[in-house]
């Protein structure tokens, strides 16, 4: 199985931040990754595909990058509906997540 | 707009099974994977398994042996279900789409094709509990 390993488990932040989420896979996933925001008591939300395709309705603050092993989530200008959980997940073989990064209010 | 809505107990009792129904409003079930995805209270997201629309399923592994998904086409529903449970199945359950044409491919280790969640049910807090 794909392991997934995001890090930092949590951050810390302000309003206005630039702010980096690491994801790294176990074995090569190509391009088949997926960035989710969650905020408590909802459901995941769909952020980034293929690693680094915006889906639609989502804020061009929000961006992704890498391929292969390492991917990177980028939100240039943390604004105060952002602070949330972040989890990545590939879907290279079966479908596994990452264990989540928290954004809190520094 | 594509809306996912889970229904189903809210409390399974150790060793039953727990089932849920996801049904599916302002869209067709048909063309797309729907899938089952759980979360343990303050944990991670585990992916439980999904179904193709034409009826054909694919299971995380490591919960196969207790798992089954099915499809009704004419109610525009697919549903869970999971024997044998116990505390550590106790989650909120969620329901959600696949979307292929985000991307994926088909993956020749398990021969089966795979692709990003677009579509998200609320959630269902299942407890497992005598």
């Known amino acids: 199985d794909i392991q997934m390993t995001q890090s930092p488990s949590t951050l810390s932040a302000s309003v206005g931040d630039r702010v980096t989420i690491t994801c790294r896979a176990s074995q090569s996933i190509s391009s088949w990754l997926a960035w989710y925001q969650q905020k408590p008591g909802k459901a995941p939300k769909l952020l980034i595909y293929k690693a680094s395709s915006l889906e639609s309705g989502v804020p061009s603050r929000f961006s992704g990058s890498g391929s292969g092993t390492e991917f990177t989530l980028t939100i240039s200008s943390l604004q105060p509906d952002d602070f949330a959980t972040y989890y990545c997940?590939?879907?290279?073989?079966?479908?596994?997540f990452g264990g989540g990064t928290k954004v809190e209010i520094k | 707009q594509v809306q996912l809505q889970e229904s189903g107990p809210g409390l399974v009792k150790p060793s039953e099974t727990l089932s849920l129904t996801c049904t599916v409003s302002g869209g067709s079930i048909s063309s797309y994977y729907w899938s089952w995805i759980r979360q343990p209270p303050g944990k991670g997201l585990e992916w439980i398994g999904y179904i193709y629309y034409s009826g054909s399923t694919n299971y995380n592994p490591s919960l196969k042996s207790r798992v089954t998904i099915s499809v009704d086409t004419s109610k525009n529903q697919f549903s869970l279900k999971l024997s044998s449970v116990t505390a550590a199945d106790t989650a909120v359950y969620y329901c959600?789409?696949?979307?292929?044409?985000?991307?994926?491919?088909?993956?020749?280790?398990?021969?089966?094709?795979?692709?990003?969640?677009?579509?998200w049910g609320q959630g269902t807090l299942v407890t497992v509990s005598s």
């Open positions: 959600a789409r696949l979307n292929p044409t985000l991307g994926g491919d088909y993956d020749i280790l398990t021969g089966y094709y795979y692709h990003p969640f677009d579509y």
């Open positions: 997940q590939q879907y290279n073989s079966y479908l596994t």
